[in-house]
């Protein structure tokens, strides 16, 4: 059987005092409670319930229950790094490349390179062409 409310005399709006509207709040803040459901069990209209649930997000609607600190918004310190470029993040710090030329030379290099030096050496080593 459903709980009816009998709304006598001029004024037709019920008056939730700022305790009732947190009690409910509270309920619908529940974990596995619906907003829908809370607000048929106190026949309020859950566009209503999530208006008070926003208000008591803001602080608007006072203190709500014990301190729900995890849907709070934080911030976090951040720093930013330079980003590591292209070649630097390739070459990491291990491998080996060996480049053998048409003119019979070798060149071998073990480790990290660094890009101008590499494109240096096989310039130099291919009689100053770059290819």
Do not use: Y
Request: with cysteine; proline share 6%.
């Amino acid at each position: 059987m459903s709980k009816v409310s009998i709304l006598s005399g001029p004024e037709r709006r019920r008056r939730w005092t700022p305790a009732e509207k947190r009690r409910i709040v509270e309920e619908s803040l529940a974990p596995c409670a619906s907003v829908i459901e809370v607000a048929r069990q106190h026949d309020v209209h859950p566009n209503l319930l999530t208006v008070w649930r926003r208000q008591a997000r803001t602080g608007s609607l006072g203190a709500v229950g014990a301190p729900r600190q995890e849907s709070e918004v934080q911030f976090a310190a951040v720093s930013v790094a330079p980003e590591p470029s292209a070649w630097a993040a390739c070459a990491g710090t291990g491998g080996t490349i060996e480049i053998a030329f048409a003119s019979g030379v070798q060149l071998r290099i073990t480790g990290a390179v660094d890009p101008a030096t590499l494109t240096a050496a096989v310039a130099a080593l291919s009689g100053g062409r770059a290819r």
